[in-house]
């Protein structure tokens, strides 16, 4: 099992460059979710997927939007990238109210 | 709305020594706890969990108490080790929902 796998590792984008963040798992769980985490900060909730075919905003969607493909498969596209979008982020997986799992993260800086 | 308070946010111990991390949370339908270590560079990874059915759950040398009544639960690590430091973050959900609320996190240095 792969667990949950992201790409890029890492991006540099200029301002107002858009780009999706790709994220998939393989534990068969229902709930995805995508957070960012700025240096030395907590996790914030960008947004979240309950299920297939259902996305909720979280705590900062502004700027953001997501796609729920399919069960496996969960993106995130900054449609016009600005520097306060500098931050690693994170995607996690997992049954409802059971423990997450995080991806290995994807760095972005936006110049 | 709901909400889950960490503290302390930054907390060296000495090596061999304990370390205690604090959490409460707002919502009192909220019925699992877990905790999570982040390593530098690294992404959060689940330590030790606890549901609202026990009050106490042991791993080696960590441990997790809960208090219903007072919306609050611990984190103890005993005997530590250089290893241990990172930062660590409490968490709560409802098992009805998807959505988990973490706290701010908890910076845990240990001193040689």
């Known amino acids: 099992n792969a667990g949950v796998t992201q790409t890029p590792k890492f991006q540099v984008l200029k301002t107002g460059q858009s780009m999706t963040l790709q994220c998939a798992q393989d534990?068969?769980?229902?709930?995805m979710y995508w957070y960012r985490q700025d240096p030395g900060m907590g996790l914030r909730l960008i947004y979240y997927s309950a299920s297939e075919g259902t996305t909720d905003k979280g705590e900062v969607p502004n700027g953001y939007n997501v796609s729920r493909l399919n069960k496996r498969e969960f993106s995130l596209r900054l449609e016009s990238a600005a520097p306060s979008q500098t931050s690693v982020y994170f995607c996690?997986?997992?049954?409802?109210?059971?423990?997450?799992?995080f991806g290995p993260g994807t760095r972005l800086t936006v110049t | 709305g709901e909400n889950v308070e960490q503290h302390p946010s930054t907390l060296s111990v000495q090596e061999g020594d304990s370390a205690v991390i604090k959490c409460t949370y707002s919502?009192?339908?909220?019925?699992?706890f877990p905790w999570y270590k982040q390593e530098l560079g690294k992404r959060p990874q689940l330590i030790i969990d606890?549901?609202?059915?026990?009050g106490e759950k042991k791993d080696q040398r960590i441990a997790v108490t809960l208090n219903k009544t007072a919306k609050h639960f611990s984190l103890h690590i005993t005997e530590t080790q250089p290893e241990d430091s990172a930062v660590y973050f409490c968490a709560a959900s409802k098992s009805s929902a998807s959505k988990i609320i973490f706290g701010s996190g908890t910076r845990l240095s240990i001193r040689p």
């Open positions: 996690a997986s997992s049954a409802a109210g059971d423990e997450q799992y």
């Open positions: 534990m068969n769980h229902n709930s």
């Open positions: 919502d009192s339908a909220s019925n699992y």
């Open positions: 606890i549901r609202s059915n026990v």
